[in-house]
Every structure is written in C-alpha cells, then in structure tokens.
C-alpha cells in the first residue's frame, strides 16, 4: 500500500481507477465488500475479473507456505462473490498447483464453486503461444454456472490443443534479424531478409 503508486498509476493509466487497499490478515471476507464499494461496482456491473496474486512464495524459489500475501488468492474468491462477473481467470506461477500438496488449490476452487463458479485449472506455456519467452503459468479459469454453454474445461483444453505452433519460440527466433549495432548506433531499416517465418510475420509482409 504505497501512495506512491497512485500518482504514477494516474499519470500512464489516466482514464482507469486505482484504488490502495491493504488487506487484513487473518483473510476477512468484508474486504471484498469494501474494495467492491469504494470502486463504486455493483454485482454484475464487470464481467471479467483477471488476477494475479503475489506469487513469490508459491515459485521454485519460496518455501510454498501461506503467508499473509500468499492469501490474497482468497480475496480474488470473495470479490468474485461480490460482483459475480461472468468470468474469473487467476493466473500464478508453475507450482501453484502443488502448493500444500494441492489443497491450496483445493480451497480455491471450492470457494469459487461456493460462489457460483464451474472452474478448471491448467499450465500454458507462453512460448508455445508465439511469445519469444519461456514463460509457463498456472491458470484458474471459474465461469458463473448459469452461462452453461461455456465449459471452463473445454476452454482451457483448447488452448492446450490450439497453440499457435509446434515448436518453442526463441529470442533468436524472433529478433535473429535485427542489424548488429555497435554502442550508439541505430538502425531504422533490415539488412538481412528475414530468416524464419515469425520475423516474416512479425515484418508485416515487408
């Protein structure tokens, strides 16, 4: 809860809201109400919330335990309660399917399904997506249980099936063709055609 940040938030984000809340711990679900209210939201009023709860103890590197931020993924839960958006997505590092043996997981899903919400949960990789990063992610999908004509485990299956190409791509994949430049050089045209089909594409056809 940095004031800092509203001013920075204002000056490249100037037509959305920032709001500053720190929430409480042990997890009181009042926060919700709260933060939903002062945002000035109605149930309903958003139809797409997207989260990305501080992950550091859930990574490779943190100890997987739950810590007072590692809760926030319970807020996400409650807000959903509040507003009941059509659609949830909670995005999070590789191993927070494994946290606690999978029952962090467990407790979010039931919460969601408490709420209202079919969910599902998977890993996508980035890479196999056409972004030159390694970069996989643990992903919740919750959608409300009255839009019935959309399967949450459909959803992210298909993106499993449907990625946009067989193999990783690299850096050197997607900017290899960029002119090499020494310290104060520039460079505003391509020396070299380029030599993979993601630069062609990224090139526009040039």
């Known amino acids: 809860s940095d004031p800092a ?8 984000h100037p037509t959305t809201q920032f709001m500053l809340h720190e929430f409480g711990d042990p997890f009181d679900r009042d ?4 933060v939903t209210r002062n945002l000035g939201l109605t149930r309903t009023s ?11 103890t859930f990574s490779a590197a943190g100890k997987r335990t739950l810590t007072a931020e590692s809760r926030y993924v319970f807020h996400v839960c409650a807000i959903a309660e509040v507003l009941q958006p059509k659609v949830v997505l909670i995005e999070n590092v590789p191993q927070f399917g494994s946290v606690l043996g999978g029952r962090l997981l467990g407790r979010v899903r039931v919460m969601l399904s408490e709420a209202g919400y079919n969910t599902a949960a998977s890993i996508l990789s980035a890479a ?19 839009l019935n004509y959309l399967n949450p485990s459909s959803i992210l299956a298909n993106c499993v099936k449907s990625r946009s190409i067989d193999i990783e791509i690299t850096a050197e994949t997607a900017i290899g063709d960029l002119p090499p430049l ?10 070299d ?11 526009g056809g040039e």
Not at 182 to 191: M, N
């Open 31 to 34: 926060d919700a109400a709260i």
């Open 128 to 146: 196999m997506h056409g972004v030159p990063q390694r970069r996989s992610r643990f992903f919740i999908l919750a959608v409300r249980k009255d």
């Open 5 to 12: 940040l509203v001013p920075v938030w204002a000056a490249n």
């Open 46 to 56: 958003v139809e797409v919330v997207l989260a990305g709860p501080p992950c550091q």
């Open 182 to 191: 020494a310290a104060g050089e520039s460079a505003t045209r391509y020396v």
């Open 193 to 203: 055609p380029p030599g993979t089909l993601y630069q062609a594409q990224m090139r």
